[in-house]
């Protein structure tokens, strides 16, 4: 078990490992289309980022079942949204939803929110219909939809553990520190995007 100590510079590591390449998510340019593109979509958007580690600190941060529950709902909501998105079925105010995302999910880890874990997974189902909506509209034309849809699940997937695996610092008081802060700056985050896609 490491000293907490070590925790800190753990932690910075994680999210340092998070940042993507590119801050440019919903834009749909230059993609081929196919796995690479769908798992590298989310990877390119700090909203979708942000919302999805929050899941895994969320879930880290209640506990069990909540840290493997909230992470397995949210991909399979994420991906009937992006059916629908496919489908081209509207979905009003998809960036807002995605924005509120990083606020009330960060919220709640920075604020210690403990609800029913059915409640705690309404929430993120909910949210998820609007991330999965936003890859299913963005769906290159000549990308192959399921090696597509596969990627953003797996991507989203591994964004999920790294919120996992930083959350499961909570066992130490410095990494309970280290979680919540990381909460409080994607919910910061959130009002950013929130700002812009009004």
């Not at 999920?160 to 610092?169: F, K, S, V, W, Y």
């Not at 520190?177 to 896609?197: D, E, H, K, T």
């Amino acid at each position: 078990m490491p000293s907490s100590r070590h925790l800190l510079p753990r932690a910075v590591a994680a999210i340092l490992c998070l940042v993507p390449l590119l801050a440019a998510a919903h834009t749909g340019d230059g993609v081929v289309g196919g796995f690479t593109s769908g798992f590298l979509h989310p990877l390119m958007g700090w909203d979708h980022v942000a919302a999805m580690v929050a899941v895994g600190l969320w879930g880290a941060f209640l506990g069990r079942p909540a840290i493997w529950v909230l992470p397995v709902v949210f991909p399979l909501v994420m991906t009937l949204g992006g059916a629908l998105g496919v489908a081209g079925v509207p979905l009003p105010g998809v960036e807002i939803g995605i924005a509120l995302s990083a606020v009330l999910l960060g919220g709640a880890v920075a604020f210690a929110a403990r609800p029913a874990l059915w409640v705690a997974a309404v929430l993120v189902g909910a949210f998820a219909v609007f991330h999965g909506h936003a890859h299913g509209t963005e769906l290159p034309g000549a990308a192959d939809p399921v090696a597509y849809s596969l990627g953003f699940v797996v991507a989203t997937g591994l964004l999920h553990l790294a919120g996992i695996a930083l959350g499961e610092t909570v066992r130490w008081p410095q990494g309970r520190l280290v979680v919540r802060s990381a909460g409080a700056l994607i919910a910061v985050a959130g009002v950013v995007f929130f700002g812009r896609a009004l």
